[in-house]
């Protein structure tokens, strides 16, 4: 009963700060409302958001922190779970969940400032919900695997990371019959989430799992921000040509295999545009390359690509267009194996009535779990006790 008292008291709190910490009509301790507002709550000069002291916020909870200066990230430890906090990084960490606030924590000399999303957050796991649901967060749900299952996930393979490509504003291809391809592959995506949790006792992450954007290199970020151990993210085609048909699956590299792959790149890379920023294959992800571990990386996103393929291959009756390298800005940045996949062409109108099945939403989910388990097996056998 104490503690459930303390609790109270810790949620009490927290929803006083909320109120006279945050509300721009409110005064405290008889200081006239602007005075307060102006002294307590402090505008980011980035937007237009009200932000708040992490630590004034925090100071009379129980809550234990610690900063990791190599990776740049806040921890904050509560009853209920962990909160990651990455200063300049939009996406937090909270217990089982990655959340996408509106403002990124910052500092303002010297000070780190959190918005209202984050103490909504603080907010869900002082209280006795922990799913903070009116976030539009991608949950890292619990796998409902037995515990056998999850007992024989070691440390060299635990997290996965698949990503529904385009989002919001950004439709990506759309079908000459309406059919959106950021629907298609979030229907995809949610598909293998599920299939790989069933099966595999392995945590399983989406990048977004409603209809709103996330910009390109973010994808990546979030992936490496949980540590994850593969990076798949997931795409439709689409061409004039509405005869051409068939599976494609990429691995990044600044030299196209082809024409079309290289078209392919360019068309999923030009909703960089939507986020007001230009891109340079020649020099940009050049850059990239010269780094040694990445190189690394590339080769295992070589391996896992060819997997990957072959196993899509055999249960899509569709057209074979083969592994392919193509400058892909989502890929550039990953610090793990990373692939992209392209199921199909929306174009094609009997490819794109195919891949609007749930039947084969559930074979694409299949092809791709019987590659991880291949992946996986090679990845342990080759690297056991180290991480590659």
């Not at 609790?7 to 109120?19: D, G, Q, R, Y």
Request: glycine content about 6%.
């Amino acid at each position: 009963m104490s503690n459930h008292k303390d609790l109270n008291k810790k949620v009490a709190f927290a929803v006083f700060f909320l109120t006279f910490f945050l509300m721009p009509s409110t005064s405290f301790c008889g200081l006239p409302a602007q005075e307060q507002q102006k002294k307590d709550t402090v505008i980011s000069e980035k937007s237009s958001l009200k932000t708040t002291p992490l630590l004034a916020l925090i100071k009379n909870l129980d809550v234990d922190m610690s900063w990791n200066a190599e990776s740049g990230t806040l921890a904050l430890y509560l009853e209920k779970g962990k909160i990651i906090i990455m200063p300049g990084n939009r996406h937090v960490i909270a217990g089982q969940s990655v959340i996408t606030l509106n403002e990124a924590p910052f500092f303002n000399e010297g000070v780190l400032m959190v918005d209202e999303g984050f103490v909504n957050i603080l907010l869900s796991l002082l209280s006795s919900s922990p799913n903070p649901s009116h976030n539009k967060a991608p949950y890292l749900s619990s796998s409902k695997s037995n515990a056998g299952d999850i007992d024989r996930v070691d440390k060299l393979f635990k997290t996965i990371v698949i990503d529904p490509g385009h989002g919001g504003n950004d439709d990506g291809a759309v079908s000459p019959w309406g059919v959106k391809e950021k629907d298609l592959v979030l229907q995809i995506a949610k598909e293998v989430k599920k299939n790989i949790e069933d099966n595999m006792g392995i945590r399983v992450l989406l990048t977004r799992d409603d209809d709103y954007f996330v910009p390109l290199e973010e994808r990546t970020e979030i992936a490496g921000n949980v540590k994850a151990d593969l990076f798949i993210s997931i795409h439709a085609n689409s061409t004039r040509k509405r005869l051409i048909q068939g599976i494609e699956t990429y691995f990044m590299s600044p030299d196209a295999t082809d024409d079309d792959a290289m078209a392919a790149a360019v068309k999923e890379n030009a909703v960089i545009e939507l986020e007001g920023k230009t891109f340079k294959a020649d020099s940009d992800l050049a850059f990239i390359l010269m780094d040694i571990s990445q190189t690394e990386h590339l080769k295992a996103s070589s391996q896992f690509a060819k997997v990957l393929h072959e196993n899509l291959s055999q249960i899509m009756n569709t057209s074979d267009r083969g592994v392919k390298q193509a400058p892909f800005i989502v890929l550039a940045g990953a610090s793990m194996p990373a692939v992209l996949l392209e199921v199909g062409f929306l174009s094609n109108k009997s490819e794109m009535k195919r891949l609007k099945q749930r039947d084969t939403q559930k074979k694409i989910a299949e092809a791709i779990l019987r590659s991880i388990r291949t992946f996986k097996e090679s990845v342990e056998t080759k690297l056991s006790s180290r991480r590659y």
